[in-house]
């Protein structure tokens, strides 16, 4: 296809420096705590870096550690906008960078055809045509200030999805065969999650800084849950950390993480329960445990034998 005459001027703008970013590892845990979102000092630390040094940070860990809930905050806390691209099975370069409007451009061939113009092709290959998905979206020259992207789930994607991911990563732009090279103007603090069901690859991880979100201790999660169910009782609050901590260290299929136990202390705060029981426990495990096999193996005795273990009955 034949090029755009626009490639070294609105397709590819001189670049800036990023142009978000926190002041110091503590002022990032502090902005981060204002939004009840409760950091180490580590992830505190690798974020400020992000922030700094420009480079995408590729966030580890088990589902329910609070890895894209960190997008969301940051997001806030900065006042710029979160582009969200989920990855899935069977995810190409059409459905998260770009593609072109075909129906479009089959329409103004039609139009032009009925009028007797001329139809030229490089004509239907403009940004006027372009369907600007989250990857784009989020280097798109045009903007005003720099977003924040959340590639969610990597892992989920297909390996040859990531070769799509080094040029933005690495250079934060993206090549369009029938266009030019898009780069962005202001450059997005981009955060990568993944539940580590497969390895990311190391041309990837090079690109990016790294971090492992664990979960947390037994103090952490108090706190998280004193933030985010302010409702619940302190005693009730300890409990559940204290239930939740001991069920992750049993042989089950899904451990819960902390959006279960938050979604758990919710639903005890729902039904008035101001400490933990076996009969609570029984009828609201669906919050935390999502498989049978693991619901009837608490049911079966160790519900009760967490519940001793925790000082609860």
Same mark, same amino acid.
Request: with cysteine; aromatic share 6%; glycine share 8%.
């Given at each position: 296809?034949?090029?755009?005459?626009?490639?070294?001027?609105?397709?590819?703008?001189?670049?800036?420096?990023?142009?978000?970013?926190?002041?110091?590892?503590?002022?990032?845990?502090?902005?981060?705590?204002?939004?009840?979102?409760?950091?180490?000092?580590?992830?505190?630390?690798?974020?400020?870096?992000?922030?700094?040094?420009?480079?995408?940070?590729?966030?580890?860990?088990?589902?329910?550690?609070?890895?894209?809930?960190?997008?969301?905050?940051?997001?806030?806390?900065?006042?710029?906008?979160?582009?969200?691209?989920?990855?899935?099975?069977?995810?190409?370069?059409?459905?998260?960078?770009?593609?072109?409007?075909?129906?479009?451009?089959?329409?103004?061939?039609?139009?032009?055809?009925?009028?007797?113009?001329?139809?030229?092709?490089?004509?239907?290959?403009?940004?006027?045509?372009?369907?600007?998905?989250?990857?784009?979206?989020?280097?798109?020259?045009?903007?005003?200030?720099?977003?924040?992207?959340?590639?969610?789930?990597?892992?989920?994607?297909?390996?040859?999805?990531?070769?799509?991911?080094?040029?933005?990563?690495?250079?934060?732009?993206?090549?369009?065969? *029938?266009?030019?090279?898009?780069?962005?103007?202001?450059?997005?603090?981009?955060?990568?999650?993944?539940?580590?069901?497969?390895?990311?690859?190391?041309?990837?991880?090079?690109?990016?800084?790294?971090?492992?979100?664990?979960?947390?201790?037994?103090?952490?999660?108090? *706190?998280?849950?004193?933030?985010?169910?302010?409702?619940?009782?302190?005693?009730?609050?300890?409990?559940?950390?204290?239930?939740?901590?001991?069920?992750?260290?049993?042989?089950?299929?899904?451990?819960?993480?902390?959006?279960?136990?938050?979604?758990?202390?919710?639903?005890?705060?729902?039904?008035?329960?101001? *400490?933990?029981?076996?009969?609570?426990?029984?009828?609201?495990?669906?919050?935390?445990?999502?498989?049978?096999?693991?619901?009837?193996?608490?049911?079966?005795?160790?519900?009760?034998?967490?519940?001793?273990?925790?000082?609860?009955?």
């Amino acid at each position: 296809m034949p090029s755009c005459a626009c490639v070294d001027t609105v397709c590819a703008p001189t670049y800036s420096a990023p142009t978000v970013g926190f002041d110091s590892v503590a002022d990032t845990q502090r902005l981060l705590a204002t939004q009840d979102y409760v950091a180490d000092e580590a992830l505190g630390i690798s974020l400020f870096l992000a922030s700094k040094l420009g480079r995408p940070l590729l966030l580890e860990g088990a589902p329910g550690v609070g890895k894209t809930e960190l997008a969301k905050v940051v997001s806030r806390i900065l006042g710029t906008d979160l582009i969200r691209l989920q990855c899935y099975e069977g995810l190409d370069l059409a459905q998260a960078a770009y593609e072109w409007n075909y129906p479009r451009q089959l329409l103004e061939l039609q139009a032009r055809g009925a009028s007797g113009a001329g139809a030229r092709v490089a004509d239907l290959f403009t940004e006027e045509y372009l369907l600007r998905r989250p990857l784009l979206a989020a280097i798109d020259p045009s903007r005003t200030s720099a977003p924040v992207l959340l590639i969610d789930e990597l892992d989920r994607a297909d390996e040859e999805f990531e070769s799509f991911l080094l040029e933005l990563l690495s250079d934060f732009q993206i090549t369009i065969p *029938e266009l030019g090279t898009v780069r962005a103007v202001h450059r997005p603090l981009v955060l990568l999650t993944s539940n580590r069901t497969r390895e990311v690859h190391d041309a990837l991880k090079r690109r990016c800084l790294y971090h492992w979100i664990d979960y947390p201790g037994l103090e952490q999660e108090v *706190e998280i849950l004193r933030r985010k169910v302010p409702g619940v009782s302190e005693r009730l609050s300890r409990q559940i950390a204290e239930f939740v901590q001991r069920l992750r260290r049993v042989d089950l299929y899904k451990v819960p993480g902390v959006a279960e136990s938050i979604d758990w202390a919710e639903a005890l705060g729902q039904l008035g329960a101001t *400490e933990l029981d076996q009969a609570r426990v029984d009828v609201t495990v669906g919050c935390f445990l999502k498989h049978q096999d693991d619901v009837e193996r608490l049911r079966g005795g160790l519900g009760g034998e967490l519940l001793a273990a925790v000082g609860a009955g």
